[in-house]
């Protein structure tokens, strides 16, 4: 049978394991299980981009309908901006296309627009590039489009052929015109005339038997102003603006929920 050391020789065993735990020590040798290494970091996690538009198959199909070029201009027609609307995503929103240099220097909150996208009421809204809402367009006649900024004013999406039409003259404008609510029903005559009016402008005159609605108006008289005939009343309220559309007729901008257009007899 083996012998067991004696207990003054296991005391010596055991300042030995000792002596070795120190000297591993020292030297850095492993006295115990290494701690397990820390995990290598996983990658840079990316900035997430915004997801593209969701539209349903009946926004999708409005949005070609819509997609195209258009200028972006004040209610007076002197500060303008082209502007293509697309039908492709780009970051958040549908696309657009426009020189944000130039633009910026005739309508500044151009420079906000990043995107668009039309709505189920049938208005198309210019975006920022965190998708907020820069100016919401609400259809209006000839193809156009209207908007009110608050304390900016009213700005419009037009078709750049109604855009371009040559300069209106006091000449072409002059006579008689039918106003209504939709074309081919009169609801009211009034002629503009080249004979001054005491306040500025020229005057205008109504006809009788006009319908409430417009004769509400106590138009008085009119003038040009930036390719818009402006009509004032006698009650010294704010002018009505109307805006030449594609096809001869004028139509009052904004709309305001109910279209009034005037026509040639």
Do not use: H
Not at 60 to 70: N, S
Not at 194 to 210: D, N, R, W, Y
Not at 224 to 251: H, K, P
Request: charge should be neutral; hydrophobic fraction near 45%; include cysteine.
């Amino acid at each position: 049978m083996r012998r067991l050391p004696s207990s003054p020789a296991r005391a010596g065993i055991r300042r030995a394991l000792a002596g070795i735990s120190i000297v591993g020590l020292a030297f850095g040798l492993p006295c115990a299980p290494a701690a397990a290494a820390p995990e290598a970091p996983g990658p840079v996690a990316q900035k997430q981009q915004p997801a593209a538009p969701r539209l349903d198959p009946a926004l999708r199909e409005a949005a070609e309908q819509k997609a195209g070029a258009y200028v972006l201009q004040s209610a007076d027609g002197e500060r303008k901006c082209p502007i293509t609307l697309k039908a492709e995503t780009a970051g958040g929103a549908l696309a657009v296309q426009l020189d944000k240099a130039a633009c910026e220097a005739t309508i500044a909150f151009s420079a906000q627009i990043a995107g668009w996208t039309p709505d189920a009421t049938g208005a198309l809204r210019l975006l920022n590039a965190q998708g907020r809402t820069v100016a919401e367009f609400t259809e209006a006649t000839g193809g156009s489009y209207e908007a009110l900024r608050e304390a900016d004013g009213v700005y419009f999406l037009v078709n750049p052929s109604i855009a371009e039409l040559p300069e209106v003259t006091q000449a072409e404008v002059v006579g008689d015109w039918d106003l209504a609510a939709t074309p081919g029903t009169p609801l009211c005559r009034w002629s503009l005339t080249e004979t001054p009016a005491p306040k500025g402008g020229f005057l205008l005159k109504v006809a009788a038997g006009c319908d409430a609605s417009v004769a509400r108006l106590a138009a008085a008289s009119w003038r040009l102003d930036g390719g818009n005939i402006l009509v004032s009343g006698t009650g010294g309220g704010a002018a009505i603006r109307f805006a030449r559309q594609e096809d001869g007729s004028w139509a009052r901008v904004p709309e305001r929920g109910r279209p009034l257009l005037m026509s040639r007899p």
